[in-house]
């Protein structure tokens, strides 16, 4: 049941914590509610789900319009600039800018509506060609150029470690994102944060949380298999 695997898994980042001395209130656990139904969604809702991450923007206002106020949504897949005025204002956190066209776009929407628009900056950490994200090495010089956009906010770094077997694998991984974040924390930069760091999937999300993650984003974990035939 649903409500089983939400208490495994938040259980699981419980004893990851004990063993690093982190406390658990520092990570937040987002439910990747992809593909899945509304009434699915209205169940982890019921068990006291308020965090939920879609990856298409359709998709997420649709559930958005279909569920309660008190969610909190966040976008968490590959971003169209057409479609960033979609979510502008109606989601908690835009976890996908790796360029800065779509870092101006962000900031064109932001402005329109007077308000400022918390985003991650997403790294490729495995450097592999399917996936988005810029490079490691890139980071610092796209937060420069974005942290001039005074509609967006900083607030930390994102990626989507490569598919591994055995999640020790990802681990030095994780802790590159996390040098890097206290790097970039180090430049000072003004109207850049580092407090986010957003790592984890069902398969690794322990590590990633021993390895320093606030957010982790886990839908399998939680929700099961996805079915991307229906
Ligand atoms: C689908 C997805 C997840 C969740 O993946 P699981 O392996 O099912 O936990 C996390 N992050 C992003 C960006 C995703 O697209």
């Not at 956009?149 to 999640?167: F, N, Q």
């Amino acid at each position: 049941m649903l409500k089983d695997s939400l208490e495994t898994v938040q259980n699981n980042i419980n004893e990851a914590c004990k063993r690093v001395g982190r406390d658990p209130s520092e990570v937040t656990l987002i439910a990747v509610s992809k593909t899945k139904p509304v009434e699915v969604l209205q169940e982890a809702y019921d068990a006291g789900v308020r965090v939920f991450g879609e990856n298409k923007v359709q998709e997420l206002t649709s559930k958005m319009d279909q569920l309660p106020d008190d969610i909190h949504w966040h976008m968490i897949g590959h971003l169209q600039r057409n479609k960033v005025k979609y979510i502008a204002g109606r989601v908690e956190l835009i976890h996908s800018v790796d360029t800065f066209r779509l870092a101006e776009e962000i900031n064109i929407q932001a402005k329109k509506r007077g308000i400022i628009i918390p985003i991650l900056v997403e790294i490729n950490i495995g450097n592999e060609e399917t996936k988005f994200g810029i490079r490691a090495e890139d980071t610092l010089e796209l937060v420069r150029q974005t942290a001039q956009l005074d509609g967006v906010s900083i607030k930390g770094l994102m990626t989507i470690a490569p598919y591994v077997v055995d999640s020790e694998e990802n681990r030095p991984l994780f802790h590159k994102i996390r040098d890097l974040s206290i790097d970039i924390r180090n430049e000072n930069i003004h109207n850049v944060s580092m407090d986010i760091l957003s790592m984890g999937m069902t398969n690794d999300y322990e590590v990633a949380v021993e390895e320093g993650a606030t957010m982790v984003r886990v839908g399998t974990g939680i929700f099961g298999e996805r079915n991307y035939n229906i």
